[in-house]
């Protein structure tokens, strides 16, 4: 059932169920590759005091790693409370809780009444949303110093392969679509919040982008 502020179903589609076994794999194995090479990219060149905000956190593999690494704070905000308990539940077990601010809702609605952050993430969240304009945007806006974005590559193996997961979707009856939301549309709203194109690596199936704030010095203004 869509939720209020949710422009779909990301209790249903990423429930208790799914967020316990999505812990369990993390427990397991460490974090995927796509969350690692998205935190090493926000950890650059250091981490040490800043505030992170993780939109879409899910079992909380980013928020965990730059904490750990120096972070002072952060915000895990998410769409599905099944993946927040999970989040809350290995923070706990990480001794992190008390750094960690976890709000349920769509990010987008919530947006004007969340804290600009040093570091922000959207890993593999923008392909689950079909307002990128509204995701992104709202997030370049929020990111004090560095914005980094896993998203499916821009090519068209990848829409083929979203279509296909889309119509898997739909026969079973799930709500949630995927989205091949084009790069340069990504980057045109990062710019348009003031932050510069740092970098674009692959990294195995998914593509990672990196935004900077540029510091203003006494020259430059
Ligand atoms: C594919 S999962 C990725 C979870 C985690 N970031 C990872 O890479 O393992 C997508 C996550 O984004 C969340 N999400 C999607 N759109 C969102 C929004 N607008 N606001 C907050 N969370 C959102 C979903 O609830 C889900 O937890």
């Given at each position: 059932m869509p939720q209020p502020?949710?422009?779909?179903c990301y209790d249903e589609a990423f429930d208790a169920d799914f967020a316990a076994s999505e812990l369990r794999l993390y427990r397991r194995r460490g974090p995927g590759r796509a969350s690692k090479a998205l935190a090493d990219a926000l950890s650059r060149p250091s981490v040490a005091g800043l505030t992170v905000l993780d939109i879409g956190?899910?079992?909380g593999a980013v928020h965990h790693l730059l904490l750990e690494r120096g972070a002072s704070s952060a915000t895990d905000i998410d769409a599905s409370s099944g993946y927040l308990a999970a989040a809350q539940e290995a923070a706990a077990s990480r001794g992190l809780t008390d750094r960690v601010t976890f709000r349920h809702g769509d990010f987008v609605a919530l947006a004007a009444d969340i804290e600009p952050a040093d570091l922000v993430a959207l890993d593999r969240v923008v392909c689950c949303y079909p307002d990128v304009d509204a995701l992104v945007g709202r997030a370049a806006e929020r990111t004090r110093r560095r914005l980094a974005i896993t998203i499916p590559p821009d090519i068209w193996v990848a829409r083929l392969v979203i279509r296909a997961i889309n119509v898997w979707e739909w026969v079973t009856r799930s709500d949630l679509r995927i989205h091949a939301h084009p790069h340069e549309r990504v980057r045109a709203l990062a710019r348009a919040a003031g932050l510069v194109p740092v970098s674009s690596t692959p990294v195995g199936s998914w593509r990672l982008l990196v935004f900077e704030r540029p510091i203003l010095t006494s020259d430059s203004r």
């Open positions: 502020g949710c422009s779909c956190g899910g079992v």
